[in-house]
């Protein structure tokens, strides 16, 4: 299976929470705008792909808790390896990246970390930005 090129740019932002259900780590990513609606997500490290799942259209007026602004048009979760969670809290992450599927081309992701750690311990240093608890939204 051969798998489309990465493009330079543009790029999309998608806001990330961090799931714990007792036997997975999952993260779940909230974006796309009107413009760019992102079809497919996909979790990359060195290269490698660690994980791929489509986009879930967000329903209009769904609450969303992991961006603040609750302006998305896609959601997705996808199991994350542990090392990339202890990597992320670390701020070491530099190795992971994810790449999202938009009109046959793959680009580049910024993932921008709301602090939600839905089951998890949260750490002091990772705080919401806004103060809202994390709470259920879209997908859990």
Known sequence: MTLPSVAASPRVTFHACLHDDGEALWLQFEGGTG???????????????????????????????????????????????????????????????????????WIPVDVQDSGCRF??????DRARPDGRSCGRGAGT
Do not use: F, N
């Open 119 to 124: 089951g998890m311990k949260q750490p002091r």
């Open 35 to 105: 413009g760019v609606s992102p079809e497919m997500v996909r979790l990359v490290r060195g290269g490698a792909v660690l994980e791929t799942r489509p986009c879930i259209p967000m329903p209009a007026g769904r609450k969303s808790h992991a961006r603040p602004d609750g302006d998305s048009t896609v959601w997705v979760v996808l199991r994350v390896p542990e090392d990339m969670v202890r990597a992320i809290e670390a701020d070491e992450g530099r190795d992971y990246g994810a790449e999202a599927l938009v009109d046959g081309t």
